[in-house]
């Protein structure tokens, strides 16, 4: 399988991108507008999903050109994933782009990338991936969920948990068990015996559903029996793209922490004048450090840079980092914060809801260790 031309943005074009996206978030999507959305029918802004896409081009950035994309990779990419963490902005970006956009690529599928990539670029097309089980981790073979031919296509039958955006999405990719092995599938969202369940989660910025499959018809995507190699991928690169998004998260932790200490009297004292405060922040802000210095060098990693660790190795490294550390600060907000931090009004909250499931988005605590310790052949 070759692997497209990936072109590298300069460090300026990198501070550009970043500037543009923030721009774009700190006027359409502040936090009240993150609530405000968080309240419709879709459970984000459907306009700026769509100015993402169409003026910016975020969705578009780490697809080939062939595929209608801009062909970056994964360290440009990242950078818009952390800016879209730092506005904790609700909506499918990651399970499109991060997850399904990946899983077709890795999968070598000329066709099926023709066929989808072109629509998840331009933002017409919501995706997703469907792995996990009642085992509640990701996993790459023994799928439960079975694939069937039936024709010229194939059909479906078992149960997907925890997909996210499952319920709304226009296309689903679904790991499945054939006789060959694991295997990839495509679902349209309007396909037979396909019942949707959203479910009511932690974090109430990122979907999640329970999907169900009846003899669903169901495409073949890549070669049958190749879905492990393609989900071993979609982890490394899902979980980097993960990373930067934390980091992101935890620096507008670190910003609320900051500006809410300056201002906030006690005894006559700005808080942030308190030993105890400035100990927090300063343990804010070097985690924070780390967990950056982690995400870029996976993005490095896997768009192939000189002198960077192996992918797998930098990619599990970088989860278990930025995990840990968007965990820690989103807590220790809450804490600098006070009793306002407990309060539904307060942005706060959304940043540590989106920190656990984050961090439990690919097993937890003991999975991505574990994950850390074999990459590195232990």
Known sequence: MSTPAISHAGAHELDDLRSSVRALLATASDHEAVRAALDTEAGYDTALWNRLAQELGVHALAIPEQSGGVG?????????????????????????????????????????????????????????????????????DGFSTSASPNGSNWSLTGRKLLVTDGADADLLLVAAQTPAGPSLFAVTADAAGLTRTALITLDITRAVATIEFDTTPATLIGAEGSASGILDDVLVRA?????????????????????????????????????????????????????????REAARALDG??????????????????????????????????????????????????????????????????????????
């Open 72 to 140: 970056f990779g994964l360290t440009e990419l990242g950078v818009a994933f952390g800016e879209l963490g730092r506005a904790v902005v609700p909506g499918p970006y990651f399970s499109s782009i991060a997850l399904a956009a990946n899983a077709l690529l890795a999968s070598g599928d000329v066709d099926a990338q023709d066929t989808h990539l072109p629509g998840i670029a331009s933002g017409e097309t919501v995706a997703t991936l469907a792995v996990i089980e009642d085992a509640g981790n990701w996993q790459t």
């Open 239 to 295: 979980t980097t793209l993960l990373a930067g998004e934390q980091v992101g998260g935890a620096r507008a932790c670190l910003e609320l922490s900051v500006d809410y200490a300056r201002e906030r009297v006690q005894f006559g004292r700005a808080i942030g004048s308190f030993q105890a405060i400035k100990h927090k922040c300063a343990d804010m802000f070097a985690a924070i450090e780390v967990a950056d210095a982690a995400a």
């Open 305 to 378: 840079f000189e002198d960077s660790p192996e992918p797998a190795v930098a990619a599990a490294v970088a989860h278990a980092v930025c995990s840990d550390a968007f965990m820690f600060v989103a807590a220790e907000t809450i804490q600098v914060h006070g009793g306002i931090g407990f309060t539904w009004e307060h942005p706060a909250h959304l940043y540590f809801r989106r920190a656990k499931s984050s961090q439990l988005l690919f097993g937890g605590p003991a999975v991505y260790h574990e994950r850390v310790l074999t990459a590195h052949g232990i």
